[in-house]
């Protein structure tokens, strides 16, 4: 990566769960995100906010360099769209943005750390005026990749330091959950206090007991910044959520007389995110046999596309240009265009739509073919 003046990656995370956003910020010149300090004022609304994100980011490089990803409590289809939206009304450009989850970013924080951090199962301890939010994090180690698991978060009441009996209370959840007779955390991360020794003298005693613990800040705001690093690397360790994309889809072909599937988008990254292509050459009759392997195991779903009307010609004379979105989490739509073949079989113009809507074990397609 380039690092003079500010010019090569530089990443970002939006953390906005609250009217304000919190954004971290880091380029190759960092060891770490670091928060990127910003008034808001009076500007309200998404677009305004993104847009002054923007602008403060083009301060420590180019505007084609930069990755974001943005924390939001609405993971519905609509909200992640809307928020794209703004995104680029506000000056993103398509690619440059991701959308996640509460979960996932604490999932990419706590998995960019080093793997002793991670070994057993992870807390992420976030106190607030009453109780304390609860998350914890585990990986599966036997799996490949790495299948990264969070449990929905608990909220363990302990009252306010005035009513006395805080440390007490404290003391009890940690130890049902994770206390000095169990070692099945390896790491606890600390938020919103320094857990001294005056308010929290037991508490703190069993929370530390033979496991690592730190104070932390920003934690979505840097998950989802370690995030945008690597957004487009293939991860030792997978997250699967409501956005997760769980199918691998490949085309079937033939290299040196073999049969095999050539993959075109693997499982894994976000639905929204997918734009792959691939061109093809049609050795035999117009028809195109797509197979859709789940990442959880099964066996794979196989479909046909047909090409009609397709210009009759010798077998290998017909290029075609594969193209693969995801409309929708389980809707894989794939474009097939004619490219003919250089200057002895000239493009006929020709596109095919079809639309699999992929589910456990079934399928269906509805395909359409039209001239441009």
């Given at each position: 990566m380039e690092n003079a003046n500010g010019s090569g990656q530089l990443c970002a995370g939006i953390?906005?769960?609250e009217k304000d956003p919190r954004v971290c910020y880091w380029n190759s010149q960092m060891k770490e995100p670091q928060e990127l300090p910003l008034d808001f004022g009076e500007q309200a609304g998404h677009v305004a906010c993104l847009r002054r994100i923007l602008s403060a980011l083009k301060r420590?490089?180019?505007?084609?360099n930069i990755r974001a990803a943005i924390v939001q409590p609405d993971l519905s289809e609509e909200g992640i769209?809307?928020?794209?939206?703004?995104?680029y009304e506000a000056g993103f450009q398509e690619g440059q943005i991701q959308v996640m989850g509460e979960a996932e970013s604490l999932v990419h924080f706590v998995m960019h750390q080093t793997n002793d951090i991670w070994?057993?199962?992870?807390?992420?301890?976030?106190f607030g005026t009453d109780e304390v939010k609860a998350t914890r994090i585990q990986a599966n180690k036997r799996s490949t990749p790495m299948i990264v698991e969070t449990k929905d978060p608990e909220y363990w009441y302990?009252?306010?330091?005035?009513e006395?009996?805080?440390?007490?209370k404290l003391l009890q959840h940690v130890e049902e959950r994770f206390g000095k007779n169990s070692n099945r955390a390896s790491a606890v991360f600390l938020t919103g206090t320094d857990l001294n020794t005056r308010d929290y003298k037991k508490s703190r005693e069993a929370i530390c007991f033979r496991r690592r613990v730190f104070l932390a800040d920003l934690l979505y705001a840097r998950g989802a910044c370690m995030l945008a690093q690597d957004s487009r690397e293939q991860k030792p360790y997978l997250f699967l959520s409501g956005q997760t994309l769980l199918y691998n889809v490949g085309i079937r072909s033939s290299r040196s007389g073999k049969e095999e599937v050539y993959t075109i988008v693997r499982a894994g990254l976000s639905w929204y995110e997918v734009r792959e292509s691939c061109e093809v050459i049609l050795c035999s009759e117009p028809l195109l046999e797509f197979v859709f392997q789940s990442m959880l195991g099964g066996e794979p779903?196989?479909?046909?596309?047909?090409?009609?009307?397709?210009?009759?010609?010798?077998?290998?004379?017909?290029?075609?240009?594969?193209?693969?979105?995801?409309?929708?989490?389980?809707?894989?739509?794939?474009k097939v265009t004619d490219l003919g073949f250089g200057e002895l079989y000239p493009s006929s113009e020709l596109c095919w739509k079809e639309s699999f809507v992929l589910e456990e074990q079934e399928e269906m397609s509805h395909g359409t073919g039209y001239g441009l």
């Open positions: 953390d906005y769960r420590y490089g180019k505007k084609q769209r809307r928020t794209l939206r703004e995104a070994q057993q199962q992870v807390w992420i301890l976030e302990i009252g306010n330091l005035l006395g009996n805080r440390d007490e779903i196989r479909a046909g596309m047909h090409l009609p009307d397709l210009p009759d010609r010798p077998g290998g004379t017909s290029r075609l240009l594969v193209e693969v979105c995801f409309p929708a989490p389980a809707q894989c739509e794939i």
